[in-house]
Structure formats: C-alpha cells, structure tokens
C-alpha cells in the first residue's frame, strides 16, 4: 500500500528556496535604482520565457527573443524615471510580437502576455525608485506589499492544510479553500499592522491597505492558474524546487503590485516615509 503524502509534504523545499530568493535580493532590493533594475530584468525574463514556452510551446526561438527584448527596453525607460516611455515600448514591442504571432495562428495569448509580465515588472522598479536605505519610500512601499503578500501565502498554505473545508474554486485551483484565504488574510492583516507601526502608518490604515493586496494576491494567483489550466500545463516551469516555475511563485506579487501601485498614486503624500 503507497503511503499518502502529508500534507506538509514540499514544506521544506518551499522554505528553503524562499531562503534563496531572499538571499540573492536583499543587496539590490536595499540599493534600488539599477541594481534592482538588473535583477528585475533577470527575473522578468524568466518569467517571460516560461510565459512564452508555456503559451506557445512550438515558437520559434527568436519569438521568446522579442518579448524579452520588449521586457528589456520597458524596463530601461522605467529605470531612469520614464514611465510614458516604458509604456510606449510596451505596446510597439506587443504590437510586433502580435504581428509575428499572427502568421501563425491566434495571437490572443501573445496580447496578453506582454502587459501581463512587461507591467508589473516596470512597477516594480518604478515603486522602489532610486534612493538607497531602508527607510525610504520606495523600500518601505515595497517592502510592505512583500511581506503582506508573503503572509497572505503562508497564511493559506497552513489554513488551509489545517482547516480544509469548501473550496475556493475548485476548477481553477483544487488547493485553495476559503479557510486558507481567511486565514492568510488574518496573517496579512497582523503583518501589516506590525509593518506599519515600524513606518510609522496607524493600525486602520496599515490593513485597509492591507485587504485589497491579499485579494489581488489571491487573484492573481488563480489568473496564473486559469491561464496554465486553458493551455493543458501543471506548471509554468520547474526552476524552483516546490514552487515549479518563477511565475508560478510571483504570480500574487504580480497582481498585488499592480494594485498596490495605483492606491499608493492615489494617496499621494499620505505615505508617511518621504
């Protein structure tokens, strides 16, 4: 008789390829400006091509050249502040890899793919800005959709081992359960209010911010699993041991910055670390 897995099973994998991650962003994470603007197109590009082998397996190689080369030229615009720039690149990059998608067939996932890895990617660089230290605007706005995000995950991974119950939405992600949710939304929420005693954001405000960022997580990650369920794949790639592919680990900080991006516009000067 094969023994069932438990339910911990991968939990030491998960943990230590964590460590990993951490390790090899904490440097540029702290400096900002082009360090972190090279290690965000290191990881954007392997986004992009998982993206790309996933949705369009029999590209050729000068395909996945394209998006990285779009991903690349974005992301140089958005380093040195220009953000209009960035997206103009964004669209003539997608409009050309759409036009080469289309001599071969639909190219639906093309149009998607681009914005859905090229944007985030630029927010990314653009939230962190350029100043280096810890308690800058950038680093404090970054650091605390992270680590509300990061809590959002464990928080499900063990609520929803622990509790069970109904499902999510059991045809996109058979694994997620509405206690998991709950309870990563309970950890984000504590998280957050320790996050924001440290910067310095009241208790009310740090989980109001805190609530729409685990939802977006939480949708971004079932987006990833729409889109791998349409195109027949378990997973985007199998580079990270427990996780399978890097989109399959970013896919709820992808969403999450987006959000994140556009409240923080809208508060404006309310960010209290200027």
């Known amino acids: 008789m094969v023994a069932k897995p438990s339910k911990w099973s991968g939990l030491t994998a998960r943990l230590l390829t964590a460590v990993a991650v951490v ?5 540029p994470f702290y400096m900002g400006g082009i360090a972190w603007g090279i290690l965000v197109a290191i990881f954007a590009a392997r986004i992009m091509y998982e993206w790309v082998r996933m949705t369009d397996p029999d590209a050729p190689n000068y395909v996945t050249g394209i998006a990285i080369a779009g991903l690349f030229v974005a992301l140089s615009y958005a380093v040195q502040g220009m953000e209009a720039w960035a997206m103009v690149a964004l669209i003539v990059f997608t409009v050309i890899g759409v036009l080469e998608r289309l001599r071969r067939g639909s190219a639906f996932w093309t149009a998607f793919g681009y914005p859905y ?8 660089v653009l939230l962190r800005g350029d100043e280096t230290g810890f308690m800058t605007e950038g680093f404090t706005q970054l650091v605390f959709v992270i680590l509300v995000v990061i809590a959002a995950d464990v928080g499900a991974y063990f609520g929803g081992s622990t509790f069970g ?12 359960t509405w206690s998991g949710v709950m309870a990563g939304l309970t950890l984000a929420s504590l998280v957050a209010a320790i996050a924001g005693s440290v910067i310095g954001l009241s208790l009310w405000a740090s989980i109001l911010l805190a609530v729409p960022i685990v939802i977006l997580s939480v949708l971004g990650d079932l987006l990833e699993s729409t889109v791998k369920r349409r195109v027949g794949v378990k997973d985007a790639g199998s580079l990270l041991p427990g ?7 970013l896919d709820s900080l992808m969403a999450a910055v987006v959000g994140a991006s556009v409240i923080f516009m809208l508060v404006g000067d309310g960010w209290p670390v200027a």
């Open 165 to 176: 119950g109904p499902k999510l939405a059991p045809k996109l992600s058979p694994n997620k």
């Open 117 to 124: 890895v090229i944007v985030p990617a630029v927010l990314l």
């Open 243 to 249: 996780h399978g592919g890097l989109l399959d680990r």
């Open 23 to 27: 390790v090899i962003c904490i440097v």
